[in-house]
């Protein structure tokens, strides 16, 4: 007879990764299609949503120019970065790097909205400092400024950012390191920014010629899915379904002559799936070096402590009569019921590290929901299928 088995999730699952993931290159629109700053008047002739936290770019491509007295040459380019404020006084910011698509050694403009409606707009050099929590202040950059204004929109709830750039020549706008952000302000004091992804994952690199751009962080976008994806799939849906199992269909109070075979095709199943997704998280922790999420990291390293442990059971399982099987069973259910909380935590975590489509957060609340009625349901059932063989052996003892 062939024995039951869990479906196989694994292909499906690569297959949904495919489908989800990002491509890692766009290209600039027209500026007609709904941008926050489109309506300004102004000669835009490139703009493009930008890839995380809604933000926007518009530049009109000027050119090289001769920057006198020095007599070196630098690219003149205007910039309208739009993007919306955490609160009604948060801050955004746009900045460029000479060296690499990321947050330190960024020369950045800063603005927001005071209380009182006025307007704040000053330059930054981001330094390495600013990462380990250090007091952000405002300073000279040697990239030529001019003609600065930042505005606010009532019905986009967006700010804007305009200004007149001269980069100098280590900035090459064939492959101009952007950097964008927001953040909340304290006592007119730009606040470090939120730790999710989207926040981290903010920089681009861009040709100003051709509105080309891709993403350092956005080429990992495949395996950042699969791992999510396999995940869910394998420590947040088959492992669970294993661990039902083996509870309410063995012998009480169903009793199913399969649930042994389900049990370890399930579990084997969720373990091999779920540790794929865990050694891609390794992966994109061991490729973030300016950033990593240990809360997250560590649970994922206990899960798959724990799941180990459990599959080692099948080998190392004392055998009926044993003297020590009652504690080792102890074990197992403590081990296998710490397991599902912190399953459950971590993939939360890791949707609010990513901060996906809420249909992300939405669908694995249904699959918690689901299984936590599932195993409430049987509990329920347990109980009023004890009550009754209680009371049908007390009145058999009274006859």
Not at 23 to 44: A, D, L, V
Not at 162 to 175: M, R
Not at 188 to 198: E, I
């Amino acid at each position: 007879m062939q024995l039951p088995h869990c479906p196989n999730y694994f292909i499906l699952s690569l297959l949904i990764s495919i489908n989800l993931c990002t491509k890692t290159e766009s290209t600039s629109t027209s500026c007609n299609e709904g941008y926050s700053f489109s309506k300004m008047g102004r000669n835009i002739t490139h703009c493009k949503k930008l890839r995380t936290l809604k933000a926007e770019f518009g530049w009109p491509y000027q050119g090289k120019v001769q920057d006198f007295p020095n007599n070196r040459s630098s690219t003149l380019v205007d910039i309208f970065f739009s993007a919306p404020p955490v609160g009604a006084t948060g801050w955004v910011a746009w900045g460029v790097n000479p060296l690499r698509p990321f947050m330190a050694g960024t020369r950045a403009l800063i603005g927001f909205k005071h209380p009182n409606g006025s307007m704040h707009l000053e330059t930054y050099n981001i330094a390495t400092d600013t990462k380990r929590g250090c007091q952000l202040s405002s300073s000279d950059i040697e990239v030529k400024v001019n003609d600065t204004s930042i505005t606010y929109s009532a019905d986009s709830g967006f700010l804007t950012i305009i200004a007149t750039l001269s980069l100098p020549q280590e900035y090459n706008v064939s492959k101009l390191n952007l950097v964008s952000q927001v953040g909340s302000v304290k006592d007119s004091t730009p606040q470090m920014h939120d730790d999710t992804l989207k926040n981290f994952d903010s920089a681009e690199t861009i040709d100003l010629s051709s509105g080309k751009s891709t993403s350092v962080r956005h080429r990992l976008h495949y395996h950042i899915t699969a791992h999510g994806v396999l995940s869910i799939v394998g420590w947040g849906t088959l492992v669970p379904i294993g661990a039902i199992t083996a509870r309410y269909f063995k012998e009480f109070p169903v009793k199913f002559c399969g649930w042994y075979p389900l049990h370890v095709s399930c579990q084997i199943s969720g373990y091999l799936i779920g540790s794929t997704g865990w050694v891609i998280g390794i992966y994109l922790g061991s490729s973030s070096r300016y950033y990593d999420f240990t809360t997250h990291r560590d649970f994922g390293i206990i899960i798959f402590t724990f799941s180990t442990l459990q599959v080692l059971a099948l080998f190392v399982r004392p055998k009926r009569g044993d003297d020590h099987l009652r504690y080792w069973n102890i074990y197992h259910h403590l081990l296998g019921y710490t397991l599902m909380v912190l399953i459950t935590i971590n993939i939360f975590k890791g949707i609010n590290i990513l901060r996906p489509e809420k249909i992300w957060k939405w669908t694995y609340m249904g699959l918690v929901t689901a299984l936590a009625f599932l195993v409430i349901s049987f509990e329920v059932f347990t109980w009023m299928k004890f009550k009754i063989l209680e009371q049908s052996e007390f009145w058999h003892d009274l006859e």
